[in-house]
């Protein structure tokens, strides 16, 4: 039984995450459409779009700062202008010396723990009773209907709009993230092989336990961007005529 629950557990996280994926791609690809559309120029759509996720930019680049600083990398700059660079857009940026792979790993994915540790303290999303598999939903749904009873529900759902959808790690943010994920894979592998036969269980445990907290997060996140995706998918069809 706990075999079953535990598999359901990491199949709706990886639905959730999955949903989240495509629908977070979808909207910003749509958002910037509509901006620059509206806008009727390329500058002015962009400032528009960094505006809007303003609040996610400013914690996103904050968070690499003060992990370089409790880490003892040395700051050269921080950026929070957007540009395009090339293909992309960039919407802030700190400047650091080179570490080793380890600290740059955890500077890289500082804004990606604290966006997750400011969306579960706005929206609470956890289980108040044990839960497995697509169960964990109805957590989300507690929580989205919490938010919107608040006071300030409003600015709370915006705030959680916009740090949901600027704390990922950029592709420079990740770039360490293969050495440590190799290094702690090999670590974990020969842990396994010499350690007591307890020590698998006990991990599962634990992975299956953060799964079934970040998929209520994740889902609550689903459940505020998809109506924006809809809203910009009708706007973008209405400014296309």
Known sequence: MAERAHLETGLAFLLTAGLLYLTQRALHR??????????????????????????????????????????????????????????????????????????????GAAPLLTGISVI???????????????????????????????????ALLYLLFAVGNAMWPSPSDRAAWPAVGIAGGALLGLLLLAGPSSLLPALAGVAVHLLSRLTPLFALLLAVDLPVLILLLALNRLLSR
């Open 120 to 154: 579960a303290l706005m929206g609470g999303a956890e289980p108040s009773t044990p839960s497995s598999g697509l169960a964990l939903w109805a957590s989300a749904a507690q929580a989205l209907q919490g938010l919107l009873q608040r006071e300030g529900g409003g």
């Open 30 to 107: 749509n958002l910037q459409l509509a901006l620059h559309r509206l806008a009727r120029d390329p500058e002015a759509a962009l400032v528009l779009y960094w505006a809007l996720l303003f609040p996610g930019v400013l914690l996103h680049e904050l968070s690499h700062w003060i992990a370089a600083l409790l880490l003892g990398i040395r700051r050269y700059r921080f950026v929070f202008w957007p540009r395009r660079m090339g293909g992309r857009i960039r919407l802030g940026a700190v400047q650091l010396e080179e570490g080793d792979p380890f600290r740059m790993s955890v500077i």
